[in-house]
């Protein structure tokens, strides 16, 4: 099988979090708009249902904190804590190593670790993500595989994609 392309890099707390930013980004935060929207026209009935029944200014008000908070919670709260976990997660499975050899070839991409190594074929990528310094991987079981745009020392990102683009067609 010929090398088409190969990346080499070093996750650093910086760029998986960077990556996971990504992710949460594409994948959760249209479900967590639509869960503080939700949060909101409760609390807007919640606050009608108050002043309706003569209720305290005081019980809004907190009432209006409460919604607040929860909606803080659900929109940075629960991604941060997430973020968080899967961080300590990969240093767990890794330890002290986590340099990422990333090779692709012309029908499947090779991930090795000093854990197990993980073989993907093009034809499960199902998107790929870009940020500032990465590119993402992911296949149809949810898992990212994260290249450094400036690691590549055979090959291009470009490269990458258009073999990506040719077998998802």
């Known amino acids: 099988m010929e ?16 990556g996971m930013k990504k992710v949460i980004d594409t994948d959760f935060r249209p479900v967590l708009k639509k869960l503080v929207i939700v949060l909101a026209v409760a609390w807007v009935f919640l ?10 200014p005081v019980a809004t008000i907190i009432e209006t904190v409460a919604m607040v908070l929860a909606c803080l919670y659900v929109s940075v709260g629960i991604p941060r804590s997430r ?30 670790t000093n854990v197990d190594p993980l073989i993907v074929n093009y034809e499960d990528v199902t998107r790929t ?7 993402i991987i992911q296949n149809t079981g949810k898992l990212g595989v994260m ?23």
């Open 3 to 18: 090398l088409i392309a190969e990346n080499k890099f070093t996750v650093t707390e910086e760029l998986f979090r960077e």
């Open 47 to 56: 606050a009608g249902f108050t002043v309706l029944r003569g209720g305290s």
């Open 83 to 112: 973020i968080k976990k899967a961080w300590k997660d990969i240093c767990e499975r890794s330890g002290d190593e986590m340099e990422r050899v990333t090779r692709f070839y012309e029908d499947r991409m090779e991930v090795l």
């Open 129 to 135: 993500l870009e940020t500032e310094h990465l590119l």
């Open 147 to 169: 290249t450094l745009l400036d690691g590549f020392t055979v090959g291009a990102k470009e490269d990458v994609l258009k073999l990506i683009e040719e077998w998802s067609r």
